[in-house]
DNA sequence: ATTCCCAGCGCG
DNA sequence: AAAGCGCGCTGGGAAT
């Protein structure tokens, strides 16, 4: 096709190159969409038919409460300038000079040079890094005169975060836009960043207590709904599906999915079979705050994933070989979480791919030997099935229950929606329930993935002091769902 | 003056 | 000695 440009305006200019960018996207999709396979295509056309929910919420967008907002900026100013004050006479006493919290050059030079403080190294990808972050600056906190320096700038760090939240700069009417890339990620989840125009934020990493600031619309309520303890699921799952080990799907069917694995790490706690005595047994303290409950929660994530106990450790504040000890009960427990580790190990020397339950794909182009390429692939297949989980369920609200409901955002495992006041809350969330409810099945063994549902006027927590509009568990439960989960648990 | 990379940190 | 994974944003500071 030949075009004189010399003939057109600058407005038709721009549609012939709209136009021509068309038939170059059109001319590729013959080509590669005869590579596609018949999950592939399924996955390809459910992308696609995301973009219409996608778009509708980007337009939208979610309604700020400009007072709260400004409130909490003018706090969080006034706290950061107080704060900014003390660190720079302490530095000043120190080295004759302010001192940026945010300057990783100025901190190492202040604490390692000025101050001679122990250098604290971290290990990042094969290479050691001397490092000014939390964790490094937590461990110079035990010298007397470096304490409540670190403490200043950990605040200051802690208010800066926050402020960035709240003066992000949202649109004229009041509402924050974030754009969402449905096609931005290796494992299919979406993600959310500042949109075309400028404004709003990531609103996939807001805090709890940020996220009051962000309201319903009058006359409308919001309802939300995550998904529970979507990924260990999946986990259980692809145990039970590859090697017929279905220890720890059925211990998340039996109720509290970390105190039955409390159960099993450690027997010999006096537990009764009793829901409510054994909460309060996996409740009580097992090492400097944590809980039976909390070492199996979290020792549990990181075990799923390949961390080791040094990391793990690490992280928990714990003893290294308390950590050891965890991690092989763990998987002595729930001996197809360790064999999924080497089954994944394996498919990554014989074919590089893996396909989650949901049909996604994704090879794995690091080298197949690598930790890092097996942890990416082990953590691939509950990530990517937990976000398309969600998102077929988001698709399915804005498909069966547009007329009554608006979509808001959606957090990975969350969706969030408003819908008008004067309808029943409790048929929204039945219906929205139903909707998220997806099931599969493999020899008589049943995936379900209850999801909880919660409603305010904003987006925080429910608090009566200090958010009393803020979301709040809707207490009936779907019982069409309970009551089979009752019966799966009697039979297992 | 602008661009680019890194460190640090928030969420799931 | 010792890397859970997946994202995006800000500010500092060097490079251009």
Redo the contacts with the bound molecule.
Sequence with gaps: MKIDSSQINSDAGRQVYNTLDCCLTHEIFGKISKQLDDNSRLIYNFERALQAPVLEMMERGFRVDQYERQKGIASLREQASHLQFWLDSMAQAIWGAPL??????????FFYGTMRLPEQW?????S??????????EKLAVYFYARPIVDT??EI??V??????L???IDFDGRMR??Y?IA????G?W?????AFGT???L??????LRKIFVSDPGFKLLGI??EQ??SREVGWQCGVLFGDWSYLDAAYGGDLHTLACKLIWPQLGWTGEKKADRTIADRIFYRGFSYRDMAKRGG??S????????????LKVP?KLMETFQSAYFTAFPGIPRWHRWTAQQLQQSRLLVTPFGRRRHFFGRPN???TL??????V??SS?GDR?NLGLWRIWKYMRDRVQLIAQ????VYFQFPEHLDENEIAREALALIDIRLQHNGHELIVPGEAKSGWNWGNYDAEKNPNGLKKISISTPDIRQRLDGLARIL
Excluded at 204 to 209: D, K, M
Excluded at 411 to 414: C, G, I, R, S
């Design positions: 940026n919290a945010q300057s990783p050059k100025q901190l190492a030079a971290k290990y990042e990808k094969g050691r890094k001397l490092s000014t972050d939390r964790e490094a600056l700038i950990l760090r802690n800066k975060k926050r402020l960035s939240v003066e992000t700069e974030t754009s890339n931005g990620t290796e494992t989840r993600s959310s960043s500042e949109n709003g934020t990531n996939q990493n807001v805090t709890p207590e995550d998904l979507a990924e994530h990181g799923n994933y390949l961390g080791t106990p040094f990391t793990m450790a690490r992280h290294t690598d930790d890092a942890r990416e692939a082990i953590a691939f509950p990530q937990t969600m957090v990975h495992d969350a």
